[in-house]
Structure formats: structure tokens, C-alpha cells
């Protein structure tokens, strides 16, 4: 199967091309800055913004299945650049799934847990979302187009991803590391809670869901673990050795900068639970795989 993978230098995607090439899949992904050094992959430098640049791409292709794995995920970016998060939190997700629709490929797309507002935790499929912010509203825009205007894609809502990056910045426990190594003290909520879930089971999941056309439309995915940020912060800390005083338990309610900021965000995976063999991780099972450039 000849697959496509936006995204393949970013965090997610490059566990998924990773795991994706060891299926044997033949994967063409594109890169965005950071170069990419995998065995097999077959790297295209594109402009995904650019919908001429991306359609010819995928023509000269001709992909059987389609992941994107590409977006602006830190809300705070989206906020600061508004037109760059809709070309591709919105736009590009648009685009990819209409010319899987043409081309009559498989669709894997993945969205967030950040569509929900937090307020009472456990959300399932069937949960209204609300978002809070902007990132949050454009991955639901894109969610509800793809899931009107096709019929063989797979939305996937994620939350806090763990893992180990190419650059060894982008995931929960890097951003941490940076400042912990060189002594700044870290905040940590307690009473901000989250699902977080390992790139690797992740990846797992797309390769199974790309074996399995028959399911289709929006699943949640996550860990099986509900911790708060304080508990995995110190779990994170005592995994990598750093010492508790780098460690602040705080509370984002009594911050007035906060007061919008979603506290609860975990995710009922039972639905695709019951359609999948791919096992959701422990926060330990994710902890074991961290490592630190």
C-alpha cells in the first residue's frame, strides 16, 4: 500500500512513518524544517499551504490511503497567527480529505480533546463540543467538513501526546526538560486533568485503522491513565532525575490568566476500543519509552 503522511518530521508523524515502514507500507512523507534521516521514507518537500504545490504532489503519487498528521497545534500560535492556523488546522485538512474523496484513498485524520471546554471530563463521541479557543475551533471545523463530505475517513480526537521528538522539543515532557535543565522552576496544576497517550500506541492504531476501512467516522483515543499535571510532571521528573524543589504545585482557578483554560479534558476511548486491537498505554507504559537529547 503506497501511503502519504503529512507531518512526517512532527512528532506524531514521524512515529507514525516510522511504524508505517516497518509494516513494509510504502510512505511518502512530506517535511516541513527539520530534516528527517528514515531509512525508506521517500520525503517531499512541500509547501502544504500552497493547494496547486499539494494536488500535484498527490497526483504524481497516487496514494492508496492518506494520514495527515500535520497542524499548528500550540494554541497560542494559532491566537498569534490566526491565518496560518486555518491553512492548516482548516484548509489543509479540507483539501486532503476532498482529494482522498477524488481519488477513492483511505483518510486518517487526527483532531483534539481540546474541542471540549473542560468542564466536566470524560467526553465521549457523542459530547457537544464547545471550544475555548482558537486552535480548538479550527480543528472542529475541520472535523465536522471531513465528516460531512466523506464517507471512508477516520477522525481521531487526541489529547496530550508523550513521546520523543527528532528535535527533542515538541512533546509534554521536553517542553519540561527545557527548563528544567537549566534550573527553572516549573508550574504544574493540580487541578488540571488529561488522558495523555504515547505517540507509539498512536502509530499502532493508524497502521491497524489503515487495515480496517470498515471503520469509519469520529473516535477518541487516549492513555488509560487520568492524571492530574502536578502527578505527571513529578512522574516525568523522577523518570529523567530531576530533583522535586524545580517542581511548583499551583492550581490554574486561582490564576485570573487561566480562567478560560479547559481543566478537564479526558477522553472516553470505549467506542474504539471495542472496534480495535491496538491496546491503550499506562502512563507508566508511556513513561518507559521518554528519553531526553
Known sequence: MTIFLTGASGLLGNTIAKQLLDLGYSVHGTIHKTNVSLPGLIPHQVDLSNPIELGDCLLKVQPEALVNAAALSIPTHCTSNPALSQSLNVDLPVRLAAIARKLKSRYIHFSTDMVFDGKRGNYSEQDTPTPTNLYAEHKLASETWIQENTTESCIIRLPLLMGNSISGTRSVHEA????????????????????????????????????????QGLFHWAGTTVVNRWEMGKQIAAKLGVPKDLLLKTQARSDPRFQDRPLDLTLNISRLKALVATEPPTFEDQLDEITTL
Not at 186 to 207: G, M
Open 176 to 215: 519540561h526538560w527545557q527548563r528544567w535543565k537549566v534550573g527553572q522552576i516549573t508550574p504544574l496544576f493540580e487541578d488540571e486533568f488529561r488522558t495523555p497517550v504515547s505517540i507509539s500506541s498512536v502509530a499502532e492504531l493508524t497502521a491497524e485503522l489503515l487495515s480496517k476501512k470498515d471503520i
